[in-house]
């Protein structure tokens, strides 16, 4: 097993949807091993493929209640509003504040090949959104408010741009992130 790179903001991967997986093979098996060595490493509770450059639809996650893989996911149902601090592999340091639905079905398969229909809630349904929202090239600051928004990509042009420690608007202390 490997840690990969994590892509960072900016990257032009990660604005990329990825592409639907055929087949469950050798490789992707290497893949996903790689992949949670990375995660946990991070350390992180989601990691989606194109986050370590590869533009497959697939994403690992482990919130502490055992590890997953879902293979081409989707999600098919959500309902409620829940906001929770979300971070961000791919935009480390950073964290916010943000509204999604608090419940959510998911359809995928699952590393032996078998179809996966799973319900979650709050943090669980939380971590699924965001690998998704990864998979379909948006990021973390795009589902921020227009005020908030300018205000994480001026903290991250900064940090391109080699300006220091720049100020942020919420820096993620003692979480881990998505």
Request: aromatic share 6%; charged share 30%.
């Amino acid at each position: 097993m490997a840690i990969l790179p994590i892509r960072t903001y900016g990257d032009p991967v990660l604005r990329q949807p990825t592409g639907l997986i055929a087949d469950v093979d050798g490789a992707l098996v290497r893949l996903v091993e790689d992949m949670f060595e990375t995660m946990y490493d991070a350390p992180g509770v989601g990691l989606a493929a194109n986050q370590v450059g590869v533009q497959r639809r697939m994403f690992v996650y482990d919130i502490g209640d055992g590890p997953g893989v879902v293979i081409n996911p989707e999600i098919v149902e959500s309902d409620g509003d829940w906001t929770y601090y979300e971070g961000c592999l791919s935009i480390p340091d950073l964290a916010f504040d943000v509204v999604r639905p608090k419940r959510v079905r998911l359809v995928g398969v699952g590393l032996d090949g078998e179809t996966l229909d799973l319900e979650a809630d709050e943090v669980l349904a939380r971590c699924f959104q965001h690998e998704v929202d990864h998979l379909d090239g948006v990021l973390l600051v795009q589902r921020l408010d227009p005020e908030r928004r300018r205000e994480a990509k001026r903290v991250l042009r900064n940090r391109a741009l080699g300006n220091g420690d720049a100020e942020s608007p919420v820096v993620l202390a003692g979480r881990s992130p998505l």
